[in-house]
T-cell receptor, first 115, second 113 residues
Framework: AQSVTQLGSHVSVSEGALVLLRCNYSSSVPPYLFWYVQYPNQGLQLLLK??????LVKGINGFEAEFKKSETSFHLTKPSAHMSDAAEYFC?????????????FGKGTLLTVNP | SQTIHQWPATLVQPVGSPLSLECTVEGTSNPNLYWYRQAAGRGLQLLFYSVGIGQISSEVPQNLSASRPQDRQFILSSKKLLLSDSGFYLC????????????FGSGTRLTVV
């Protein structure tokens, strides 16, 4: 079974500092990987995804993530945090085979940005 | 373009009352449909998913049920709500056989009192 581990349920950074949110996955087949963001009392919004091709993927709002197969990781980064980045972030994985209709989500990381 | 509608946005219901939450998708056909619940500090819990009309898979046995009476309509129901049913309910859709991921609705905040 697939699983997703997000290290750190709460990450706090200063405005302008680097944002690094960690995600490790386990999958028996080549994965599709996703990062979602959720603002309070809203649904989840797709930030970026990796399916095939370039392992460094860029998303909305200046975020990017790198798929590292050898480390089974898909960490999310942003060079300079903005106050508007404060939200909860979810990493998710599915397999690239025929059963890819089910995403497995991590437990989420709450990002706080301090002025 | 595809859109997903979920309502109501908030709901306060007494224990023992029935529940019906509705989700509809526009601009696509034969989507996969999903119901998730978020309880405080517990991440996302998949409740039900459907890959076609009348096809419902339950992930967690509990006080809830789901139905898909039409291709792009997904309904979450309960005959008698429990306090533990409180939470934030999210509907989502995806395309079959792609790596597009899910698109989520805006959610329903359910408080059972």
């Amino acid at each position: 079974a697939q699983s997703v581990t997000q290290l750190g349920s709460h990450v706090s950074v200063s405005e302008g500092a680097l944002v690094l949110l960690r995600c490790n996955y386990s999958s028996s087949v080549p994965p599709y990987l996703f990062w979602y963001v959720q603002y309070p009392n809203q649904g989840l919004q797709l930030l970026l995804k990796y399916t095939t091709g370039a392992t460094l993927v860029k998303g909305i709002n200046g975020f990017e993530a790198e798929f590292k197969k050898s480390e089974t990781s898909f960490h999310l980064t942003k060079p300079s945090a903005h106050m508007s980045d404060a939200a909860e972030y979810f990493c998710a994985v599915t397999d690239s085979g025929g059963s890819n209709y089910k995403l497995t989500f991590g437990k989420g990381t709450l990002l706080t940005v301090n002025p | 373009s595809q859109t997903i509608h979920q309502w109501p946005a908030t709901l306060v219901q007494p224990v023992g009352s029935p529940l019906s939450l509705e989700c509809t998708v526009e601009g696509t056909s034969n989507p996969n449909l999903y119901w998730y619940r978020q309880a405080a500090g517990r991440g996302l819990q998949l409740l039900f998913y459907s890959v076609g009309i009348g096809q419902i898979s339950s992930e967690v046995p509990q006080n809830l049920s789901a139905s898909r009476p039409q291709d792009r309509q997904f309904i979450l129901s309960s005959k008698k709500l429990l306090l533990s049913d409180s939470g934030f309910y999210l509907c989502a859709w995806s395309l079959h056989g792609t790596g597009a991921g899910y698109t989520f609705g805006s959610g329903t905040r359910l408080t059972v009192v």
